[in-house]
């Protein structure tokens, strides 16, 4: 059972129309759909790791100071899917991922990025999909200062089918 507290539902209520797309997950998986809800509105910003473990503590600080899109997908992957991974996108890919077919998505599972607009296809972001083409991802600096924390966002969109490089699932724990 999640503690729905009343500041998620605050955020929930203010980024009601982002969250809409992933609304289903509030009754067929509240932990996934609270998680995100209480991270919406953080910065964008590389975390500090030094004090991780007392979680707490260091997720109070990390929200007020920011995460980054590799750090997002460390926190998700850790506090809902029991796996451990450290590093950045490519980092990530690299030494914990098996690549998978875009077909064989399951909720969890990695999705990496290049650079939008360029020609190189070294991997620079990362996002958690979701369920029906649908992924999580802590966005830019230029997105945060919109105000836009964490983003929801569907593969089916042109922007992210052309930055699309592949997709991975966690197969090596950093224990």
């Excluded at 910065?43 to 600080?61: F, L, M």
């Amino acid at each position: 059972m999640v503690n729905v507290s009343s500041e998620l539902l605050q955020l929930e209520q203010y980024n009601q129309k982002l969250l809409s797309k992933i609304e289903s997950l509030k009754v067929s998986d509240p932990e996934v759909y609270w998680f995100i809800v209480s991270w919406m509105n953080t910065n964008y910003r590389t975390p500090d790791w030094s004090d991780y473990e007392a979680s707490n503590e260091w997720r109070i600080k990390t929200k007020k100071r920011g995460i980054d899109c590799s750090g997002f997908a460390r926190v998700m992957q850790s506090e809902l899917f029991n796996k451990k991974i450290r590093g950045g996108s490519q980092g990530i890919l690299d030494t914990y991922c098996k690549r998978i077919d875009k077909n064989d998505l399951q909720m969890g599972d990695l999705l990496f990025f290049k650079a939008h607009g360029s020609t190189s296809r070294r991997i620079n972001h990362v996002g958690i999909y979701l369920r029906d083409n649908i992924f999580v991802h802590a966005t830019s600096p230029r997105s945060a200062a919109k105000g836009l924390g964490l983003n929801i966002n569907s593969l089916n969109e042109l922007f992210w089918i052309k930055d699309f490089v592949t997709a991975g699932r966690i197969t090596k724990n950093n224990h």
